[in-house]
C-alpha cells in the first residue's frame, strides 16, 4: 500500500547485512529506503553493525548515526523493533532480552506471516561451518571483500559518470563462481532444515548476501540480501505475501535519493 508522499506502508519489513562502521555499508540508500517504506514490524536480522571492521580501524560517518537514530525515531512512534544480532555483530549476543531504546535484542524469532504462514528468523551465520570452525578464514575472508567492495565503488562511479545505473559487480562476480553458488546453494538446504525443526513453515535470514524468496522442500527460504551490495530488504504486505525491494536506484522509480552516493564520508 502506498500512502500519500510516496511511503509504502507494510506489515513488517526485513533488514540485514547493513554494516554500519564499514566504508561498505550503503548508508543513505538505507536512510532512503526507510524514509519511503514504513511498517508495524521490523526485524534487523544480524551484521547492523560491523563490529569486525570497529575492531581495526574506526569508521562511522554521519549517515551511519543518522540510521541508528532513524531506527530510534521509529520504535519511540510506535513502531516494534526486533534485533536478531550476526556474526559481525556478535557482541550484542550478551544482550538477549535486552531492549535499547525500544529495540529488543534476541537469539531468533518466530514470525507469524499474516497468511498463517511461521517464519524462524535468524541471521545464519551459526550454519556457515567457516564462520563457525575456521573464524581465521571468516576474518581472511572478511579483508577480501572488503577489496572487493572497494573496487565495486570505483567502478559503480564510473557507471554514474557515465549515466548508468548501480550495478554490483562483486556480487556478479560471486555468482559466477561454482563454489560460490553451491555454498549458497547448501546454506539454504541448511536454514530450511532448521526452520523445520522449529516447527516453521519457512525461514527468514540474512548472511549471505544474496536477496531471496524460493521454496526448497515444501519450506519457504527467504533471505533479506545486504546493504553493502545489493541493497534489498524484504517486505512483508498486509496478505502475507513476501516482496524483495530492492532500492539501488530509487530516482529511477519516481523516487530522489537523500544524497548522492558520492557524496558519502570517506
Same mark, same amino acid.
Given at each position: 500500500?502506498?500512502?500519500?508522499?510516496? /511511503?509504502?506502508?507494510?506489515?513488517?519489513?526485513?533488514?540485514?547485512?547493513?554494516?554500519?562502521? #564499514?566504508?561498505?555499508?550503503?548508508?543513505?540508500?538505507?536512510?532512503?529506503?526507510?524514509?519511503?517504506?514504513?511498517?508495524?514490524?521490523?526485524?534487523?536480522?544480524?551484521? !547492523?553493525?560491523?563490529?569486525?571492521?570497529?575492531? #581495526?580501524?574506526?569508521?562511522?560517518?554521519? #549517515?551511519?548515526?543518522?540510521?541508528?537514530?532513524?531506527?530510534?525515531?521509529?520504535?519511540?512512534?510506535?513502531?516494534?523493533? /526486533?534485533?536478531?544480532?550476526?556474526?559481525?555483530?556478535?557482541?550484542?549476543? =550478551?544482550?538477549?532480552? /535486552?531492549?535499547?531504546?525500544?529495540?529488543?535484542?534476541?537469539?531468533?524469532?518466530?514470525?507469524?506471516?499474516?497468511?498463517?504462514?511461521?517464519?524462524?528468523?535468524?541471521?545464519?551465520?551459526?550454519?556457515?561451518?567457516?564462520? /563457525?570452525? @575456521?573464524?581465521?578464514?571468516?576474518?581472511?575472508? =572478511?579483508?577480501?571483500?572488503?577489496?572487493?567492495? @572497494?573496487?565495486?565503488?570505483?567502478?559503480?562511479?564510473?557507471?554514474?559518470?557515465?549515466? +548508468?545505473?548501480?550495478?554490483?559487480? #562483486?556480487?556478479?562476480?560471486?555468482?559466477?563462481?561454482?563454489?560460490?553458488?553451491?555454498?549458497?546453494?547448501? +546454506?539454504?538446504?541448511?536454514?530450511?532444515?532448521?526452520?523445520?525443526?522449529?516447527?516453521?513453515?519457512?525461514?527468514?535470514?540474512?548472511?549471505?548476501?544474496? *536477496? @531471496? !524468496?524460493?521454496?526448497?522442500?515444501?519450506?519457504?527460504?527467504?533471505?533479506?540480501?545486504?546493504?553493502?551490495?545489493?541493497?534489498?530488504?524484504?517486505?512483508?504486505?498486509?496478505?502475507?505475501?513476501?516482496?524483495?525491494?530492492?532500492?539501488?536506484?530509487?530516482?529511477?522509480?519516481?523516487?530522489?535519493?537523500?544524497?548522492?552516493? *558520492?557524496?558519502?564520508?570517506?
Amino acid at each position: 500500500m502506498t500512502a500519500a508522499g510516496g /511511503t509504502r506502508n507494510f506489515r513488517a519489513l526485513f533488514i540485514s547485512d547493513v554494516h554500519l562502521g #564499514s566504508k561498505g555499508c550503503q548508508a543513505e540508500r538505507l536512510l532512503d529506503f526507510l524514509k519511503h517504506h514504513e511498517a508495524e514490524h521490523i526485524y534487523l536480522i544480524g551484521d !547492523i553493525v560491523d563490529g569486525w571492521q570497529l575492531r #581495526s580501524g574506526w569508521y562511522w560517518p554521519q #549517515s551511519h548515526n543518522d540510521v541508528v537514530q532513524k531506527l530510534l525515531r521509529r520504535a519511540r512512534k510506535g513502531a516494534r523493533i /526486533t534485533y536478531v544480532p550476526g556474526n559481525h555483530d556478535e557482541f550484542l549476543r =550478551d544482550y538477549y532480552g /535486552t531492549h535499547f531504546g525500544g529495540i529488543e535484542v534476541v537469539e531468533t524469532a518466530i514470525h507469524a506471516g499474516a497468511d498463517g504462514r511461521r517464519y524462524l528468523v535468524i541471521h545464519g551465520d551459526l550454519f556457515d561451518l567457516i564462520v /563457525t570452525q @575456521a573464524r581465521w578464514l571468516a576474518l581472511l575472508g =572478511d579483508k577480501a571483500y572488503e577489496v572487493a567492495i @572497494a573496487a565495486n565503488r570505483i567502478f559503480n562511479a564510473a557507471r554514474r559518470r557515465l549515466g +548508468f545505473p548501480y550495478w554490483s559487480l #562483486s556480487q556478479w562476480a560471486k555468482l559466477k563462481v561454482k563454489n560460490a553458488v553451491n555454498y549458497i546453494g547448501e +546454506f539454504e538446504r541448511t536454514l530450511a532444515d532448521e526452520a523445520l525443526r522449529h516447527g516453521a513453515e519457512g525461514v527468514i535470514c540474512g548472511h549471505i548476501h544474496h *536477496a @531471496a !524468496i524460493r521454496d526448497i522442500f515444501g519450506m519457504r527460504y527467504v533471505n533479506c540480501g545486504d546493504w553493502v551490495e545489493s541493497c534489498t530488504a524484504i517486505a512483508e504486505h498486509a496478505d502475507g505475501r513476501l516482496e524483495i525491494v530492492t532500492w539501488t536506484d530509487p530516482a529511477r522509480s519516481g523516487f530522489a535519493l537523500v544524497a548522492p552516493p *558520492a557524496a558519502r564520508a570517506a
